[in-house]
């Protein structure tokens, strides 16, 4: 259905349009002119020229105001002009009682004067609404001599503006004579071009709403040729094996028409149906041979194909209790399996399945986060000064390496130790030692007191992840990884006993959003992993309370900014770096460009490398100095800046006797994720008003590191769920956005010696103002994301919300889906 877009302004008047300044005794100069201007008081001259302009030519009918047009006779040689809309006749067709005396009438632009004229010297009237009406009928002609085959970018562009003619007489002129018969013809033109032109589902549309404007268009044989219709469009969806969209056409079909449907509609149930049976015996005759996986695959097609299919759903029960297997569609593949990473969502997200770390983040809590020891307790003295590690009596089934206290003890040495590959340099200046009570109890003595020494743990449990230089398939977790593809990996459990646990969990890629959707809506996925605050706003407007889909915020936001990455000499000038802040407009990418307009809780442009929490109550937010307000978008300042810092390094490279450098286009590597594509999009344009050329780099699917050390700026996605601890491994020797900075290192050096919650908060307010006055990392915003899954995934969100997809990985149980 087209729709129309224009918008009328009434004060709209052509320059080109101009009343006659002068009738002297009813002549024009040179054009003999039988009417005479009349005024209230007394007939008076006007003003006239022999060069005035009555018709205006340029501006197209559609965008005009109301107005009616005159033609006189011969003797005045044709004279037309355009003049205010004739209340006083009968419209819209000009009886010929009304052409007595004489017609009185204004001019378009002129309300100076009221003329009239002997009606025997007026050759024709046409009124507004029979222009629009003319115009409407000729565009529809034109469109119909040509063939919407070879030319339809034009024919739909003839309809489309004779869409918009029709549209403003419907709206304005609603009872104009023959105005409905003429829409209907069309609506039938215009769906004959869109079927003739292969877009059957639109053309579709339009009989569709033809149908209902007159079902007995053509004699009622509209149903006949919808029929038609319908059958091309679930050949298509079928041949592409959509059969949601397929099911969908044919129940609206079925229940607009009901017992009077085409009997092409029943005929493709019965088509569906068969199909189904199909797919329904492949799974029974693979779960006889044991062949899990196709079983699935099969079951879960002929479910697409039929939700209603006869065994169908006892079958996928039967299924889901021998070989729960789970579907999470993706749109970054995960390429390394680590939970420790702050750059890496992907990492992050699959790291906890086949590498268990000493020490799991649970959540945030009211001071700090809120953590637990897979191996048992953790205890710590009452002067701070000693944690103690419980370790419970491990069976011969349980997944940890840690058998007993001399293995746990063996880890906490090598993460303290300077030469171990493994050291951890927090870690190593809080301990001193470390003892084995008993086989189960372990002491850590620790330098001084900290607030949270166990965060400081978030590391695998073995000593390495790494095999031969890549990434180990099988760790301390509870999977491992069985096939790794460029668009599925395929996680098993390692120790399977059906009806138990998850027997297989499969990660598949998708290229956007919206076609994982369109998986999940279809049953061919069972989750998707972080859909953007945008989409999640909108998908939120469309599940309603019987939905099967369940959508979930997690809990912690996520940090996004530019990383300096390059030795560019700019780069290394605070002032350069901060002409990058405010040469951004940061609040209008956010809220216009990736959030679409809508105003989402959590989402907001940042002062510094921090979360600002949720909101200001949040727990999180206790490294974010509220007070310090972002940089504001000012590209004056952010181009003088510019031109201060040319001038700073200018003067440097005197100094040194070296060519001052020059300012050479930066390079930005950015996920490739549509959020960071669109960002990255309009950072270019913003700092190229200020003239800092800007070229992009996508890196491939899955990488957040440009391995090619090519990139001057890197667009970083950061997870810091834990601030005390986080500060270092984001900003220190060995950080993501690693900085030479004196002050921000003296502030990270406090952080490390603070004690107490109180000391804690002050260093990282402190910190936080380093990083924002020397603009250590260019901050953007902060955004929360979203994950969406089916009811028949079990066990997800039990709880306190997620931080991460697969924390409660081993608490999820697999039912069958909702028809």
Known sequence: M??????????????????????????????????????????????????????????????????????????????????????????????????????????????????????????????????????????????????????????????????????????????????????????????????????????????????????????????????????????????????????????????KF????????????????????VKLTDARTALGEQKYREAIASIRQALDISPTVPGGKALELELAETYPQIIVGVTQPALSYDSGRLDNWSARRTGRLVHRTLIEFLGAGSEGGQYQFPGGLIERSPDGRTMIFRLKQFTEDDDSPLANGYDLSRRLLELANPRSLEYREAWGSLVTGVTVEDVLRVDVNLRRSHVLPQSLLRVPM??????????????????????????????????????????????????????????????????????????????????????????????????????PKSDHPFLANANFRRALVFGIDRKRILEEELLGGKEIAGCRILSGPFPAGIDQTDPLGYAYDHTLEPRVWRPRLAKLLTIIAEKELALKAELLEEAPPTLTPLLIAHPATESARIACQAIITHLGIIGIEVKVKELPPGETLDADNECDLLYTEIAIWEPVSDARRLLGARGVAQTDSPYVNQALRRLDAAENWGDVHDQLIALHHAAHNEVTVIPLWQTVDYFIYNKRVRNIDVGDPLVWLYQNVDQWRLGAQSP
């Open 462 to 563: 073995s000593a390495s992840i790494q095999q031969d230089g890549k990434e180990a398939l099988e760790g301390t977790g509870s999977f491992r990884v069985d096939i790794q593809g460029e668009n599925e990996t395929r996680f098993l459990l390692k120790s399977f006993t059906p009806g138990t646990r998850l027997a297989e969990l499969i990660e598949q890629r998708f290229e956007d959003a919206q076609s994982a959707l369109n998986a999940l809506r279809r049953g061919r996925i069972d989750i998707i992993d972080r859909l953007f605050p945008s989409d999640a706003a909108r998908l939120s407007e469309q599940l309603g309370r019987d939905s099967d889909l369940v959508l979930q915020k997690y809990s912690l936001p996520t940090v996004h900014m530019l990383v």
């Open 258 to 277: 009901g017992s009077a449907q085409p009997t092409t509609i029943q005929q493709w149930r019965q088509q569906l149906d068969k199909l189904a049976g």
């Open 2 to 255: 087209k729709t129309a877009s224009r918008q009328y302004n009434r004060s709209q008047s052509p320059s080109s349009c101009r009343a006659p300044r002068a009738i002297v005794s009813g002549f024009v100069v040179g054009v003999v002119c039988f009417f005479v201007a009349t005024s209230n008081n007394a007939q008076e001259d006007a003003p006239v020229t022999p060069e005035a302009t009555y018709v205006d030519t340029k501006t197209p009918l559609l965008d005009r105001d109301p107005f009616d047009l005159i033609v006189l006779d011969e003797e005045n040689k044709g004279f037309t002009a355009e003049v205010q809309t004739l209340s006083s006749l009968k419209r819209p067709r000009l009886q010929e009682a009304d052409r007595k005396g004489k017609l009185q009438f204004r001019f378009l632009y002129d309300d100076a004067f009221l003329y009239e004229v002997e009606w025997i010297h007026v050759a024709k009237v046409e009124f507004f609404e029979n222009m629009l009406f003319a115009k409407a009928q000729e565009l529809v002609v034109q469109a119909k001599s040509l063939d919407p085959a070879k030319e339809f970018v034009r024919v739909e562009g003839l309809l489309d503006e004779a869409y918009r003619y029709f549209s403003r007489l419907q709206t304005e002129y609603p009872k104009y004579p023959g105005l409905e018969a003429a829409v209907d013809e069309f609506l039938y033109q215009d769906a004959g071009s869109l079927y003739k032109a292969g877009r059957f589902a639109e053309s579709l549309s339009v009989m569709d709403q033809l149908n209902d404007r007159n079902p007995n268009f053509k004699g009622g044989s509209l149903k006949t040729v919808m029929g038609t219709l319908v059958s091309k469009i679930v050949a298509d969806y079928v041949k592409r094996e959509d059969y949601r969209s397929a099911r969908i056409v044919l129940d609206r079909l079925a229940a």
